[in-house]
């Protein structure tokens, strides 16, 4: 069965620092997304992305953030000057369309020291 | 506002008694609600989503729109159910996660 992958799976990094986090969804489906859940909280909803842009975002999903699905196959989150509250697991899921159901990846536990 | 509530944070049955892990959710329209497993180290994976009407590994939810309730119930809870569960709706394009409960069923 097809699964969404997410690199690194663990991601230590210095306040400041830029970070990429990678993922390559289901080639088939057609909506990616970003979730997050910071240890001991629910998981939170970042941002969608469909047709090369983003459709929707939460309000945590603030400038420091961006999304890019460079060469048709990888998404990418990128938070550009992370920040210790940034520490937490990043969810990248994807479906076939507006019909759901999300297929997601393990995770990147990104950890800012 | 606080969609989906999932009051048990923590829940542990023996095996072979029943289980029900709760969810309540707040929406106005018609709810899209979905249960969600994560077991040890694993990712994410799609247990249940009411329109299907399914049983999958003996679970079952029913969606009750008078008490906004969709809790998720197995008669036998066996040691491999041991998970964490989350109750999801969404509206829109987002997914709204409940705080998940964590369950452990004891040998």
């Known amino acids: 069965e097809p699964e969404v992958t997410q690199t690194p799976s663990h991601q230590v990094t210095q306040m400041g620092q830029e970070v990429i986090l990678r993922c390559v969804p289901i080639s088939n489906h057609l909506y990616f997304y970003w979730y997050r859940q910071i240890l001991g909280q629910k998981v939170e909803f970042l941002v969608s992305?469909?047709?090369?842009?983003?459709?929707?975002k939460s309000e945590i999903f603030d400038d420091q953030f961006s999304v890019e699905r460079p060469d048709g196959s990888n998404f990418t989150l990128k938070i550009r000057s992370t920040k210790l509250e940034d520490s937490a697991m990043y969810f990248c899921?994807?479906?076939?369309?507006?019909?759901?159901?999300?297929?997601f990846g393990n995770g990147t536990r990104l950890t800012v020291t | 506002a606080q969609r989906v509530t999932q009051p048990e944070k923590l829940l542990s049955v023996f095996k072979g008694a029943p289980v029900e892990l709760k969810c309540n959710y707040s929406y106005s329209g018609s709810p899209e609600l979905f249960w969600y497993v994560q077991y040890s180290r694993q990712r994410l994976q799609l247990l249940l989503r009411?329109?299907s009407r399914e049983s999958i590994k003996g679970f079952t939810a029913d969606l009750n729109k008078g008490e906004t309730s969709f809790h998720l119930k197995k008669p036998f809870a066996q040691e491999e159910d041991s998970a964490m569960y989350y109750c999801?709706?969404?509206?829109?394009?987002?997914?709204?996660f409940g705080t998940g409960t964590s369950l452990t069923v004891i040998p």
């Open positions: 992305f469909y047709n090369n842009e983003i459709s929707e």
């Open positions: 899921a994807s479906s076939v369309g507006r019909v759901r159901p999300l297929h």
């Open positions: 999801a709706l969404v509206t829109g394009n987002q997914f709204y």
């Open positions: 009411h329109i």
